[in-house]
């Protein structure tokens, strides 16, 4: 089984729907991340947190919130998709006093029309 | 501003050459240095870290790190079509234990059978 799942995998929705992705982890981290992927833009941080209480945003965090239901869930939502949250966004994990080493998980394609 | 910059490519090689895709960053407090792959669609895979000047070697492949010249590379060696991909340098961004990842846009290399 996968470390890190991400689920939907693929999602197409429509503007103004409220959208959430999970994450689910078995790698015992405690620091999770939220990426979206835009071609030429490279990976964007939207929120970070480093245990369960604690929420940090990222660069690109307008739009978009977060719950971290417990060490091993991450869920990003999007309060009212608009179609430039189209991307591929991906959710990682990394372990406090090792090696600062993400892990990724495989993606979610999100198309909002 | 932190900065990761990488050249975007494509770089072309041929099967069996050496390719070197290389990195520079802009924070000279840096500590964690990360070499990723990605294959279109897919997520970002850890290929190898490195802490220290110098190089450090994990079978075909080389990572070199100079903190004075504030640049990271790696080598391929025997390329194979296989490794056709972008890939990602990451750095570790120096804010005592609230340390994130910098990531460069990814530089696309095509090796050629």
């Known amino acids: 089984d996968a470390d890190v799942t991400q689920t939907p995998r693929n999602r197409i929705t429509k503007t103004g729907k409220r959208i959430m992705l999970e994450c689910s982890q078995t790698?015992?981290?405690?620091?999770m991340y939220w990426y979206r992927q835009d071609p030429g833009l490279g990976l964007r941080l939207i929120y970070y947190s480093f245990d369960v209480k604690d929420i940090n945003k990222g660069e690109i965090s307008d739009g978009y919130s977060v719950s971290r239901q417990a060490q091993a869930k991450f869920s990003l939502s999007l309060e009212s998709a608009i179609p430039n949250q189209t991307a591929l966004y991906f959710c990682a994990t990394s372990e406090t006093g090792r090696t600062d080493t993400q892990y990724f998980g495989p993606g979610t394609r999100l198309t909002v029309l | 501003q932190k900065e990761v910059e990488q050249n975007s490519g494509p770089l072309s090689v041929p099967e069996g050459a050496i390719a070197s895709l290389n990195c520079t960053y802009s924070?000279?407090?840096?500590?964690?240095f990360f070499w990723y792959r990605q294959y279109s669609g897919k997520s970002p895979e850890l290929i190898m870290f490195i802490y220290s000047n110098g190089d450090k070697e994990d079978g075909r492949f080389t990572a070199q790190l100079n903190k004075a010249s504030q640049y990271v590379s790696l080598l391929i060696r025997d390329s194979q079509p296989s490794d056709s991909a972008t890939y990602l340098c990451a750095v570790g961004a120096n804010a005592g234990n609230n340390r994130k990842l910098i990531w460069g846009l990814g530089t696309s290399l095509a090796v050629n059978p």
């Open positions: 790698k015992g981290h405690d620091r």
């Open positions: 924070d000279r407090g840096s500590q964690s």
